[in-house]
């Protein structure tokens, strides 16, 4: 098989006293997502997305939050092992479609710089890299303001 193809989601918590980063970007915002690492939802689902489409495991098991190592860790980091560890088995990067959900701030702003940091580290040109956002239309945990998700899907492609 030449192609793959893998989901990712991934869930934050907003609080505040913390950053928020969104696909490698820090974006100014009054609350940011808590987690072991930065918390950055996006590259975390797309991590998943990556290592679901070789059946990999999830981010969790590469990264565990039992782990001081990853205490705090810039999730860019962990999106580059990943990428590294596809490599390592013969396989690169096809391209990533993401979709991030909040209420707040205002994502397509920050957009073109996140498009272009997740572009260098999934070694893929800025066309290959699909990032949307939506709110929640006010409801539930996302609509009341209390976190922030991400879904992605990834194709991979069998170097040759």
């Not at 495991?57 to 962990?78: E, V």
């Amino acid at each position: 098989m030449m192609l793959r193809v893998g989901f990712g989601f991934d869930v934050h918590q907003l609080v505040e006293g913390r950053e928020l980063w969104l696909g490698g970007v820090l974006v100014p915002h009054t609350v940011g997502a808590l987690g072991h690492s930065d918390a950055d939802v996006l590259l975390h689902a797309v991590c998943d997305a990556l290592l679901g489409a070789l059946a990999l495991g999830d981010i969790g098991q590469h990264f565990p939050d039992t782990d001081q190592r990853w205490k705090g860790a810039d999730s860019k980091h962990l999106l580059e092992a990943v990428v590294h560890l596809l490599d390592q088995r013969g396989w690169t990067v096809g391209n990533v479609d993401s979709t991030l959900v909040l209420e707040r701030p205002k994502i397509m702003p920050h957009v073109p710089a996140m498009r272009s940091v997740m572009a260098d580290l999934l070694k893929v040109g800025e066309d290959a890299v699909s990032i949307k956002a939506t709110t929640n239309e006010g409801m539930g945990y996302v609509g009341r303001r209390e976190g922030v998700c991400a879904y992605a899907v990834a194709t991979v492609v069998r170097k040759s």
